[in-house]
């Protein structure tokens, strides 16, 4: 087994946990740092698939923006709010939880199925794009061709979006005001 494959699976073992730990806990302080760890190792993951911009990507935007807009939510929600969510009823499997437990079972079904009938390297699309040279090989320019296109092209549309970011970050703090709400 070599490095890469080490790697591989110690990120796969502690994004799942993580992420299992954060659906199953009914503690939201646990709950929020073990998201955080989830998506750290889904970053980790990112890099080993040489998706170098993706994973930076992720830590900024995820952890960096909305980890931290959930952790704010959490602060400035209520006592009462808090309370009521922790009063709720923990069984897992019940009526309610039903059709999304048949989901996640029929996921789980379809993916196994895919894992073990998906021969990934002899699938016609991957044969050609490999045969007329169309692959992608990992280079230092992928990077820099993003950041070139996103601050030339894509200039206009990256900027209204961080507008639109902030509005909505002003908008949340507004909403989330104790007192006069005028």
């Known amino acids: 087994m070599s490095l890469v494959q080490a790697l591989?699976?110690?990120?796969?073992?502690?994004?799942?946990?993580?992420?299992?730990?954060?659906?199953?806990?009914?503690n939201l302080v646990r709950s929020i740092f073990m998201f955080f760890i989830?998506?750290?190792?889904?970053?980790?993951?990112?890099?080993?698939?040489?998706?170098?911009?993706?994973?930076?990507?992720?830590?900024?935007?995820?952890?960096?923006?909305?980890?931290?807009?959930?952790?704010?939510?959490?602060?400035?929600?209520?006592?009462?709010?808090?309370?009521?969510?922790?009063?709720?009823?923990?069984?897992?499997?019940?009526?309610?939880?039903?059709?999304?437990?048949?989901l996640a079972a029929l996921f789980f079904i379809v993916l196994i199925n895919m894992i073990f009938k998906v021969d990934a390297g002899n699938l016609e699309w991957i044969k050609k794009s490999v045969a007329l040279k169309n692959d992608i090989q990992p280079d230092a320019a992928m990077t820099e061709n993003i950041g070139v296109n996103l601050m030339t092209t894509y200039l206009l549309p990256f900027e209204a979006i961080s507008i639109i970011l902030m509005v909505a970050l002003i908008g949340a703090a507004h909403l989330s005001r104790k007192g006069d709400r005028s």
């Open 38 to 102: 989830t998506l750290f190792a889904l970053a980790g993951l990112y890099v080993l698939s040489l998706a170098d911009f993706v994973a930076i990507t992720q830590i900024v935007i995820y952890v960096g923006g909305i980890l931290v807009l959930i952790l704010f939510a959490f602060m400035l929600s209520g006592k009462e709010t808090l309370n009521a969510i922790g009063r709720q009823r923990k069984t897992f499997i019940s009526i309610g939880n039903l059709p999304a437990l048949l």
């Open 8 to 26: 591989f699976y110690v990120m796969s073992f502690i994004a799942l946990a993580s992420a299992v730990y954060v659906a199953t806990t009914t």
